[in-house]
């Protein structure tokens, strides 16, 4: 199943916020046989691969249910990695092959962005989003007010 992981935010004088492929994407996943979500959430980044036991493909992520014993794996599709940019409207980041789970929460963690002022001059790399869906900050190049609020996947 092909699963497009698509957010929308609020954007105040930020632009392109981000994870990138190679940082971590922290998920709960759901197995689609016995349909148990993790507790937890796991990560994985979108550029390392794992050996698929038993078969000659590769994954980003393989995990087997603990419940159902059912092994399962997501598979980053190539090329469809992108920026969030448009304030307010939903927008697909990426997107996923997942054979036997489910992508169910995502939890978005430490994101990068751009700033708006002194022609985007300014970046942030410690966006928090991973308890909170608001994040605010300030712009010394541009002197204005940054922030990213009601982030939602």
């Given at each position: ?15 392109n ?34 050996k ?102």
């Amino acid at each position: 199943m092909r699963l497009d992981l698509q957010v929308c935010a609020t954007l105040e004088n930020l632009t392109n916020l981000h994870l990138s492929e190679s940082d971590d994407w922290h998920f709960k996943v759901k197995c689609t046989q016995c349909n148990e979500t993790s507790e937890n959430f796991v990560y994985f980044n979108l550029v390392e691969k794992n050996k698929i036991e038993g078969s000659k493909g590769e994954a980003h992520y393989i995990a087997k249910c603990k419940f159902c014993d059912r092994s399962g794996n997501v598979e980053y599709l190539p090329n469809t990695w992108k920026t969030y940019s448009k304030s307010e409207q939903w927008q697909t980041i990426a997107s996923f092959e997942c054979r036997n789970m489910e992508l169910v929460e995502f939890n978005p963690g430490m994101m990068k962005a751009q700033g708006t002022g002194n022609d985007g001059d300014t970046h942030f790399d410690d966006i928090d989003l991973s308890k909170e869906t608001d994040w605010a900050g300030f712009d010394e190049g541009a002197d204005q007010a940054v922030g990213v609020y009601e982030f939602k996947s």
